[in-house]
């Protein structure tokens, strides 16, 4: 596997590489079910690309639990294997919210404005 580049057929292997889990084994029920959670926030921010309705507590809570058993390195790789650019210029207000990536990095990705002042009133 190459170091820059995630391939969706290295995805699986990746990821649990990079996966927590506190009993120290892992359970693939639960594994894919956190795994699921990538596919989940890429259709909440389809929705909101789509309807101008988005739903920010859940893409939160997603990206939380993402974070959580994934950690910052592996989740933000897989995100770049999962998004379009669309796409992350919606999800990269979000993990400045959460502290999850630097104001300097994603720089060349434009911030949704309407997100970040969502995000403000939280």
């Not at 910052?72 to 294997?81: C, M, Q, T, V």
């Amino acid at each position: 596997m190459n170091n820059d580049e995630l391939l969706e057929e290295d995805l699986v292997k990746f990821a649990v590489k990079h996966y927590y889990s506190p009993l120290g084994r892992i359970d693939p029920d639960e594994f894919y079910d956190d795994l699921k959670r990538f596919k989940y926030v890429k259709r909440l921010v389809n929705r909101y690309l789509e309807t101008g309705d988005i739903s920010e507590r859940l893409i939160l809570n997603h990206l939380i639990i993402i974070f959580n058993v994934f950690g910052n390195y592996g989740s933000i790789r897989i995100l770049g294997l999962k998004l379009t650019k669309d796409q992350w210029s919606v999800t990269k207000p979000f993990l400045q919210f959460l502290n999850y990536v630097r104001e300097s990095q994603l720089s060349d990705i434009e911030s949704d404005k309407t997100v970040e002042e969502k995000l403000k009133r939280l």
